[in-house]
């Protein structure tokens, strides 16, 4: 399973970005995808999670501004992120397990200026 993540860039706080993260390969039925984010000298984090039923769950200092989605027939998830503040300020990889294994894509760069 190759993953190619998109969607990053600069913005000021208060903006938004959506990212997107396409699944391509041998995908098979994609369970659990989610989001993390990890900076520099920091262990990598999860930020949202969407599973196969649509159910997520979110880390609580991104409540209420992000939103994960996905679309099954393009085997693709997104994570919208609104109201950014500069502690959102990470490389985001994508993530998901489809029953035989867990792919992580090549991470794109978020960063939040005040």
């Known amino acids: 399973v190759q993953l190619q993540a998109s969607g990053g860039g600069s913005v000021q706080a208060g903006g938004s970005l959506r990212l997107s993260c396409v699944a391509s390969?041998?995908?098979?039925?994609?369970?659990?995808m989610s989001w993390h984010r990890q900076t520099p000298g920091k262990q990598r984090e999860l930020v949202a999670a969407?599973?196969?039923?649509?159910?997520?769950n979110y880390r609580d200092s991104v409540k209420g501004r992000f939103t994960i989605s996905r679309d099954n027939a393009k085997n693709t998830v997104y994570l919208q992120m609104n109201s950014l503040k500069p502690e959102d300020t990470a490389v985001y990889f994508c993530?998901?397990?489809?029953?035989?294994?867990?792919?992580w894509g090549q991470g794109t760069l978020v960063t939040v200026s005040s």
């Open positions: 993530n998901v397990n489809n029953g035989l294994g867990s792919y």
């Open positions: 969407i599973g196969s039923s649509g159910s997520t």
């Open positions: 390969g041998r995908v098979f039925s994609l369970n659990v």
